[in-house]
């Protein structure tokens, strides 16, 4: 199997880094164009649709849309300032060209079902002959299309979803793909669109008039969104670019939260470490409430709330009580997890995988993350209805029955269930926050009963969850191996960022753990997780590590390690999950931890250094 080191597309590397892409989409479902100029990830017409280009995780069988100058050049990306329109730069010997790459941000009232993609290139300067060849592969590349060219207009079909590609050039097909060569002289430029058309949605032309429309129209909506921003502080551009990346992840319809775009991203090239992170991880979702609350944004607060109360997330009765860890973007609690094995893999990282096998899994850290996340919009934004605070309750007395027993952990661990330091922590942070609730509003709740669980956790992690041995309290009640996962502890506010265990275990972590201000979640050969092979190190962990140091008043440490931390970034300040041994991004991608661990690192550091 050929390891991305020949030559294909476009006469390029079969697969370009992960790193090597910026991100649009229309708050339903988002598309990765590469430095190239290729969109080789897009799913139609949500995030959890089947793919259409998906030559990221097979560079010959996924599909891609593929649109760059035919003579040699070197290309540049970024983001039109403070927008999620991305535009790629050619620069040749004989003129320079711009792709603005933006979808639309769909009007309800007007076309709910029309999902556009649009392409715009213009030369700005001599002239440049351009290339296009849009090749869909419907179905994860499992599905059979027909395709219907007229002069400037392209109709794709297959069984489950119908596509309309209409541009200013005209395309030509063979059948199967579409393509376009043209020559642009200085001020000139040509137009694609990409449609779903069905029944109610036919397809329209996109002449240039319409596309610098829709393009002024794309611009003002994200430059008005990001303006509701509060942040002013030192690391103004990266915390509203990762704003800007998590409303990205925000599905509007039903205010869900995605952990990432993608599926099936390595972990470790050629390794097994991939997953389908399309879906709503309840403790991501809300983590991500927290930074967007920080920053002003209220409304997307709200919506996720609305997302919770609607779709009933917090009046389940199933095996893992009333939450479980994740759930579709539409609410629904069955993601079956299967493997697609005609496709190679990023990079040849097999397998592809399909939903996700962890829904059934137990992770009790959800419920503090969850309760914390509605304790701070009840604070922040608005008060909770009634109806809603019984749902909190009804959580609360559920755990106060359930919080001492083993699970998987917020690392989802496959190698069985565990008594977990960070779940009995997040426990802890469930039922505090409620009493927090219920004593400032004056709410009905069973006060003493939630105060005896809330000290019977906090006097088990103390005595359990510490190890005189290694000076640090660990990743398991009763032993002595380390997880990074316990940064939080005094961002939870369980323990004071002085307290002599607590800064014995900042030194226990720093030491073990820590490369760099990288930080690795925990040692795989210490602490078997049931997955072959090693992984980069977790970039959230490196942004907790940044706000512990921050709390413990090591603000010269803690600037430093950020400022580390954002040279990892990528050239549009969008990360993965992890970062590997050489500084590569790795892992699905942009990831929604990383960025809110990034808003939150940056808002209290900023804070502390005044």
């Not at 790193?19 to 229309?26: A, F, P, T, V």
């Not at 670019?241 to 409303?247: E, F, N």
Request: proline fraction near 5%.
């Amino acid at each position: 199997m050929e390891f991305g080191n020949g030559t294909g597309r476009l006469g390029g590397l079969r697969y370009l880094p992960i790193s090597e892409h910026g991100l649009i989409g229309d708050l339903r479902t988002a598309a990765l164009v590469g430095t190239n100029g290729t969109i080789d990830w897009y799913c139609c017409p949500r995030f959890d649709a089947p793919s259409v280009f998906a030559s990221i995780l097979d560079a010959d069988r996924g599909g891609s849309f593929e649109l760059a100058a035919e003579v040699q050049t070197r290309t540049r990306q970024f983001y039109f300032p403070d927008t999620n329109v991305l535009i790629t730069r050619f620069y040749a010997a004989d003129g320079v060209a711009e792709i603005q790459d933006f979808m639309p941000v769909v009007d309800e009232s007007r076309e709910a079902d029309r999902h556009r993609l649009i392409r715009r290139v213009i030369c700005v300067r001599g002239t440049l002959p351009f290339r296009a060849r849009i090749a869909p592969r419907f179905g994860y590349g499992a599905e059979a299309h027909t395709v219907h060219v007229q002069a400037h207009e392209a109709v794709f079909e297959s069984p489950s979803l119908s596509l309309a590609l209409t541009s200013t050039a005209p395309l030509e097909s063979d059948g199967t793909d579409v393509w376009s060569h043209f020559k642009l002289l200085e001020g000139e430029s040509v137009v694609f669109a990409l449609d779903q058309i069905n029944d109610r949605v036919r397809p329209r032309a996109c002449p240039h008039a319409e596309a610098e429309e829709q393009f002024e129209a794309t611009v003002r909506f994200w430059v008005h969104w990001l303006g509701r921003s509060r942040y002013r502080g030192r690391w103004r551009e990266m915390v509203h670019r990762s704003a800007l990346a998590l409303k990205l992840l925000t599905y509007v319809p039903t205010g869900a939260i995605v952990a990432a775009p993608t599926t099936s991203l390595p972990e470790r090239v050629g390794g097994e470490r991939n997953w389908d992170y399309r879906y709503v991880w309840v403790r991501d979702a809300a983590f991500c409430v927290y930074a967007l609350l920080r920053l002003g944004f209220t409304s997307e607060a709200e919506a996720f709330m609305g997302f919770l109360s609607e779709r009933g997330i917090m009046r389940g009765t199933g095996p893992t009580g009333p939450l479980q860890i994740m759930y579709g973007i539409d609410g629904r609690t069955d993601l079956p997890e299967a493997e697609l094995r005609h496709l190679e893999g990023h990079l040849g990282s097999a397998p592809v995988r399909l939903g996700n096998a962890a829904t059934k899994q137990l992770q009790l850290d959800i419920y503090g993350a969850l309760i914390d996340s509605v304790y701070l919009y009840d604070k922040w934004g608005q008060p909770i209805s009634s109806d809603h605070w019984d749902e909190v309750g009804a959580v609360v007395d559920w755990l106060c029955d359930h919080w001492d027993q083993p699970d998987e952990g917020i690392w989802e661990t496959r190698g069985g269930r565990r008594n977990f330091v960070y779940s009995r922590l997040m426990c802890w942070v469930a039922i505090e926050r409620a009493i927090r609730m219920a004593n400032r509003r004056g709410l009905p709740a069973d006060i003493p009963r939630w105060r005896r669980n809330r000290d019977a956790i906090y006097r088990q992690i103390m005595r359990q969850g510490w190890s005189a041995e290694r000076g640090a309290f660990t990743q398991g009640l009763g032993d002595d191996v380390l997880d990074a996962s316990v940064l939080m502890m005094p961002m939870a506010k369980f323990i004071s960022p002085t307290d002599p265990k607590w800064l014995s275990t900042l030194d226990a972590l720093s030491k073990d753990l820590v490369s760099d201000s990288l930080v690795y979640r925990y040692d795989p050969e210490a602490s078997p997780d049931g997955l072959r092979g090693a992984e980069g190190t977790f970039s959230i962990c490196s942004f907790w590590y940044v706000e512990a140091l921050t709390r413990a008043g090591r603000l010269e440490e803690a600037r430093v390690a950020f400022e580390k931390m954002l040279t990892y970034a990528n050239h549009v300040g969008l990360y993965a999950e992890e970062i590997g041994r050489t500084g590569e991004q790795l892992g699905n991608f942009p990831q929604a931890f990383t960025h809110l661990s990034l808003i939150s690192a940056a808002f209290n550091l900023d804070r502390a250094l005044g």
